[in-house]
């Protein structure tokens, strides 16, 4: 049973495009959806994260917004660039689990000159 | 992927062979993971430890073993490799409950013929 679902599998933009990931989740006690970058050949990097009780954060180029009540998140990538060419992964987890990660099934971002 | 070993970082194993992968952090981190990914499923648990000499079941954790016998090191091993366990195997490492950011080390690749 896959508890947190990610979409699109592939996606494609142009520089300076807007590229947004979704993720959904069904297990509603989950409360940490942090989101990960990975480059090929690489391990997993944090890029950025939010809690349940604020509806959007920002760092620099990057976007996370959520939905509680449709128990959704999405990643937006502001400008985005060539470099930002990798792999993206939603993840959830809950402050009961020691940090363990659920994990979608991953989007592949491809940002053309 | 500060902090966090892996060794080997690839390996050819035939049907039915053993081997154990090593994971080495020097963060003094409580809780270390071993997570499998494969395309189109993001990453999956296979095991997880809270702290030297424990360890727990993740989400896929059939046909592996583990072991934490000193804080810095978690190994993964494989008593009798099959083609399914063909994979990316990655450790992480976090210092504990949720919400505090997870590092991954850079992966071990893994082919069973």
């Known amino acids: 049973q896959q508890q947190v679902k990610q979409s699109p599998q592939s996606l494609i933009v142009q520089k300076g495009g807007i590229p947004i990931i979704n993720c959904a989740y069904e297990?509603?006690?989950?409360?940490?959806f942090p989101w990960y970058q990975q480059f090929p050949g690489k391990g997993p990097a944090l890029l950025i994260a939010?809690?349940?009780?604020?509806s959007e954060k920002k760092e620099g180029r990057f976007t996370i917004s959520f939905n509680k009540s449709a128990k959704q998140f999405s990643l937006h990538i502001m400008d985005s660039q060539p470099g930002d060419s990798a792999t993206y992964f939603c993840?959830?987890?809950?402050?009961?689990?020691?940090?363990?990660?659920?994990f979608g099934e991953g989007t592949q971002l491809t940002v053309n000159p | 992927n500060a902090g966090v070993t892996q060794t080997p970082k690839f390996r050819v194993l035939k049907t039915g062979q053993s081997m154990t992968l090593l994971c080495a952090q020097d963060?003094?981190?409580?809780?270390m993971y071993w997570y499998r990914q494969d395309p189109g499923m993001g990453l999956r648990l296979i095991h997880y430890?809270?702290?030297?000499?424990?360890?727990a079941k993740g989400e896929v954790p059939d046909g592996y073993n583990v072991s934490r016998l000193k804080k810095q090191n978690f190994l993964l091993g494989l008593e009798s490799a099959a083609p399914s366990q063909t994979s990316v195997y990655f450790c992480?490492?976090?210092?504990?409950?949720?919400?505090?950011?997870?590092?991954f080390g850079e992966g071990s690749w893994l082919t069973v013929v």
């Open positions: 992480a490492i976090a210092s504990g409950s949720s919400g505090n950011t997870i590092y």
């Open positions: 993840a959830a987890s809950k402050s009961t689990s020691g940090s363990r990660l659920t």
């Open positions: 297990n509603t006690a989950f409360d940490y």
């Open positions: 430890s809270v702290g030297e000499g424990t360890t």
């Open positions: 963060m003094n981190h409580e809780y």
């Open positions: 939010i809690r349940p009780d604020v």
